[in-house]
């Protein structure tokens, strides 16, 4: 889960930041009329920082959503055998 949290940080430090970035008229113009169709023709006219920006909101949510069925449920049988072939793998090691 670390590699997934690292690359979602990652994912938001460029792809997001690109994507809000080339945002900014809209952002300018929201200040002054703020509508949701102000949003909605925002990221319809600009197609990459729309795109770029549901990339990153998409693996923040199934990161999330998987962070916590984890703390809910626990671990599943397939995630537990791979942690036990893991800690037995670490301790074979000098």
């Known amino acids: 889960m670390t590699r ?3 690359m ?3 994912l938001w430090s460029t792809v997001g ?3 809000l970035w080339s945002l ?3 952002f300018e113009q929201l200040r002054a009329y703020f509508t949701w169709t102000a949003i ?3 990221l319809a006219f600009n197609r990459p920082a729309a795109v770029g920006l549901g990339l990153c909101l998409g693996v923040t949510v ?3 959503v998987r962070e916590s069925r ?3 449920w626990g671990l599943n049988r397939r995630d537990r055998a791979q942690l036990t072939r893991s800690l037995h793998h670490s ?3 000098p």
């Open 8 to 10: 979602t940080l990652g």
């Open 62 to 64: 199934a990161l999330l």
């Open 24 to 26: 900014r008229p809209t």
């Open 40 to 42: 909605r023709y925002g």
């Open 17 to 19: 930041t690109t994507s």
């Open 91 to 93: 301790h074979r090691r």
């Open 4 to 6: 997934w949290w690292w």
């Open 70 to 72: 984890h703390l809910v």
